[in-house]
């Protein structure tokens, strides 16, 4: 019998066997740790092929369970309970703009006290805060308290001067993939909410609570208010738009086929109208707009977030087929002759009432040939998936299916969608859900899933519906 420790690392040898060959038939070496990120590269292109990205998988689920398996268990436990603090330690970074002033800095990088000099902190705190982050791996400690960029830290440059960054919040994430953004969030609402995450659960009063407020953002931020209207408030205009380019970053993560290779959008007549229900910018009908310069489409939100929509496309397809929307989830849906609804990451943003309501207002406004494509995280079950949703075309390259000994569900490497479902219920009693509820939910509201897609490359599930 090979112990699983063994085979664990045969895993892990073979993943590797597979990146080298791939990698060497390209003639290019995996990417260092200790490179600079450059997403345009060949390398990174490479790393993010089905072939590539799919091994890199296997190696963090086996790394993850050794790592696992090794460590002391009590160390294991006590060290899970304190990594709120590398949450902490990266929003110093972010929010002081360090990753811009050490690329200013080159290879060799900044001692401590030049970095806290220049942004106005204290250097042996800053130290320690380096510290912990470079042995993650994110950010090198060249030399005792010098430290320099790396290929993780550097996926957080916003492209700015580091006197750009800190003079212009507002300005700070213009141009960025939204990578940035996207932590300032995890790490600053999401953070300071997650901490309140056990009193919401654990008292009578909230355990079992189906409301949007009153719930873990309320008491981390200290407001009455839900987050979509604090964003709203006078004074919290750069958070809102800190937001807005943070959902830019699901999209700069993902190979831009992920989104065209599930629901074959070919397949739609010219002419068609596709609309993007509460698309924030609209980024998901931009990429099926740069492919399919056929289809119309129609991008629908709030009126603040409908003004940035404007702009963008503006910018980046002047030439599509393009409409606006002002709307409310709730309310009557607008467009009537839609032939496909898009719905990405906006469902895992409300608790089941709310989201019927919106599902029941898509499916009145629906024609009987109208598809509703969902792209969400699906909630994998640490288990084998022993519900009926298995039985769903397509479900089964979703649900767990990993190769012994790994957790089925590939454990570490799946952990993104457990953590996005907690943050979700801090900010907004949302949740990221299991592929058997959202049949569930889509049942309750009069539609029916008739196919889901796993594109490798994507973080995203598709989810086809048609009305029943
Ligand atoms: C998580 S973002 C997703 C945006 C977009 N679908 C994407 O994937 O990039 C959620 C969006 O829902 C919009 N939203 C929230 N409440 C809404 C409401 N009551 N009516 C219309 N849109 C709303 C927000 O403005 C935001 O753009």
Same mark, same amino acid.
């Given at each position: 019998?090979?112990?699983? #420790? ?77 990594t709120s603090f590398d949450a902490a330690a990266l929003n110093v970074v972010v929010v002081k703009g360090i990753v811009e002033l050490l690329r200013e800095a080159g290879p060799k990088g900044l001692h401590v006290d030049h970095i806290a000099a220049k942004t106005r902190m204290d250097s042996a705190k800053?130290?320690?805060? #380096? ?10 400690? %060249? ?41 300032e969030v995890q790490t600053g609402e999401g953070l300071k909410s997650s901490g309140w995450i056990s009193d919401f659960m654990t008292s009578s009063s909230t355990a079992t609570s189906h ?14 208010? %839900? ?23 699901? %999209? ?50 709030? &009126? ?23 709307? +409310? ?9 839609? +032939? ?64 012994? &000994? ?21 900010? #907004? ?40």
């Open positions: 019998m090979t112990s699983p #420790l063994r085979q664990l690392s045969a895993l892990i040898s073979s993943s590797v066997d597979v990146i080298e060959r791939e990698f060497a038939s390209q003639g290019l070496s995996y990417p260092s740790l200790d490179d600079f990120f450059d997403p345009t590269s060949h390398a990174e292109v490479f790393a993010r092929v089905p072939v590539v990205a799919e091994a890199a998988r296997l190696i963090v689920a086996a790394g993850g369970q050794l790592s696992a398996l090794v460590h002391p268990p009590g160390l294991y436990v006590i060290e899970r309970g304190i800053l130290a320690r805060v #380096l510290r912990l982050l470079a042995s993650n791996h994110i950010f090198r400690e %060249t030399s005792p308290d010098v430290f320099a960029n790396n290929r993780l830290s550097s996926a957080l440059d916003t492209g700015k001067s580091h006197t750009a960054h800190q003079a212009s919040p507002m300005l700070r994430h213009e141009g960025a993939s939204g990578l940035a953004a996207l932590v409301d949007i407020v009153n719930i873990p953002f309320n008491k981390g931020v200290g407001t009455e208010l %839900t987050i979509w209207q604090w964003w709203e408030t006078p004074g919290n205009e750069y958070l809102k738009a800190r937001f807005n380019k943070a959902m830019e970053a699901y %999209t700069s993560q993902e190979q831009p086929e992920a989104i065209l290779n599930g629901f074959v959008w070919g397949g739609l007549e010219p002419g068609s109208k596709v609309v993007d229900v509460a698309g924030g910018l609209g980024t998901v009908a931009s990429v099926v707009a740069t492919a399919h310069s056929g289809l119309r489409f129609v991008v629908e939100d709030r &009126p603040s977030v409908i003004e940035h929509s404007k702009k963008f496309w503006k910018a980046h397809l002047p030439k599509a087929n393009v409409e606006f929307e002002v709307f +409310d989830l709730f309310g009557e849906q607008p467009v009537k002759d839609a +032939d496909v609804y898009i719905l990405r990451n906006i469902l895992h943003d409300w608790p089941e009432w709310h989201s019927v309501q919106m599902l029941r207002s898509l499916r009145n406004a629906a024609q009987p040939a109208t598809k509703l494509v969902i792209m969400e995280h699906v909630v994998v079950y640490a288990c084998e998936d022993t519900t009926e949703a298995r039985a769903i075309p397509g479900a089964e390259g979703m649900v767990a299916g990993a190769p012994e &000994p790994l957790l089925p569900n590939f454990g570490v490497a799946a952990h993104f969608s457990y953590l996005s479902d907690l943050l979700m219920m801090a900010l #907004l009693n949302g949740e990221e859900r299991t592929l058997a509820s959202f049949a569930q939910l889509l049942r309750k509201a009069g539609w029916k899933i008739c196919e889901v897609h796993s594109v490798p490359g994507s973080v995203f599930k598709q989810i086809v519906a048609q009305p029943v």
